[in-house]
């Protein structure tokens, strides 16, 4: 974990996005929907919730992926532009497949995906991500496990389908350090399964999947590390197929930090997405 000793509040109390249910099935489309479909359903409602500064406020034992669903790292990548999606593939790739298994004890992992994120619209590209503003997870109990079905590596599916997999994200800024949109993330002990409500996303290619999105309940507890640097990385668990006593996801979301300076950096960042066999 960082040893980076920040200047920052214990905590702060900040607006979250969550999913307002009311018995209809969430999605959202990917990309221009049909004429006359709305472009996504289910409303959206800020709650104000306290996030702590993990990195001087973390729970009793620390911040594991296993226990809390995310935990923090000291890593400088070789690579230092990531905006050539081929440097980013032979490069980061490669070294984050040691850097997951090293951090997590994984056997086997396979990169299936990585998003940039650009909260600058000067810079930001063409059809670019933006910072996501609403709590989420970015698979399903049913969605993940499909997941690493279609990624299983060729003739070693039945090691993957029997044994024990999850998907897990790599975040790390990039550029600069956070100054705006840090990451808040859930402890998922406190996270009920009522609270999961699935949503579907449908794609230009025809395809859909699914992701969680999270009704409000005041006993979640949320953190977040405060001006991490591009030396830095977060993994998130998105997926476990394990029992009781793994955290088997977490809900994630960007925050409008209260603390941040007027001329604060807008936040850059790219999330890796990984399948893993332990």
């Given at each position: 974990m960082s040893d980076i000793v920040i200047d920052q509040p214990v905590m702060v109390e900040a607006d979250l996005n969550y999913l307002v249910p009311n018995g209809e099935r969430p999605y959202r489309y990917m990309y221009d929907p049909p004429s006359g479909v709305p472009r996504e359903a289910g409303t959206y409602r800020a709650y104000r919730m306290p996030i702590v500064n993990a990195r001087v406020a973390a729970p009793p034992g620390g911040l594991s992926i296993d226990r809390n669903g995310f935990e923090?790292?000291?890593?400088?990548?070789?690579?230092?532009?990531?905006?050539?999606?081929?440097?980013?593939?032979?490069?980061?790739?490669?070294?984050?497949?040691?850097?997951?298994?090293?951090?997590?004890?994984?056997?086997?992992?396979?990169?299936?995906?990585?998003?940039?994120?650009?909260?600058?619209?000067?810079?930001r590209a063409q059809n670019g991500h933006q910072p996501v503003m609403t709590i989420h997870n970015d698979?399903?109990?049913?969605?993940?496990?499909?997941?690493?079905?279609?990624?299983?590596?060729?003739?070693?599916?039945?090691?993957?389908?029997?044994?024990?997999?999850?998907?897990?994200?790599?975040?790390?800024?990039?550029?600069?350090?956070?100054?705006?949109s840090p990451l808040a993330m859930c402890d998922s002990r406190s996270i009920a399964p009522d609270d999961l409500v699935p949503t579907d996303l449908h794609r230009q290619d025809g395809t859909s999947g699914e992701v969680y999105t999270f009704a409000h309940n005041a006993q979640h507890r949320w953190y977040y590390f405060p001006q991490m640097t591009p030396d830095e990385v977060v993994l998130l668990k998105i997926f476990d197929s394990a029992g009781d006593g793994i955290a088997?996801?977490?809900?994630?979301?960007?925050?409008?930090?209260?603390?941040?300076?007027?001329?604060?950096?807008?936040?850059?960042?790219?999330?890796?997405?990984?399948?893993?066999?332990?």
């Open positions: 923090l790292h000291t890593h400088t990548s070789a690579l230092a532009d990531f905006s050539d999606a081929r440097a980013v593939e032979a490069v980061y790739y490669p070294e984050s497949i040691e850097l997951i298994k090293r951090l997590t004890g994984a056997r086997s992992v396979v990169i299936f995906d990585h998003t940039l994120r650009d909260a600058d619209p000067a810079t698979q399903t109990f049913v969605s993940g496990a499909r997941r690493v079905r279609e990624l299983a590596p060729a003739g070693e599916a039945d090691e993957w389908l029997n044994g024990r997999t999850a998907i897990i994200n790599l975040w790390r800024p990039i550029a600069a350090p956070v100054e705006s088997r996801l977490t809900a994630h979301s960007a925050f409008e930090d209260p603390t941040s300076p007027a001329d604060a950096l807008p936040r850059k960042s790219i999330e890796l997405r990984s399948v893993v066999l332990f």
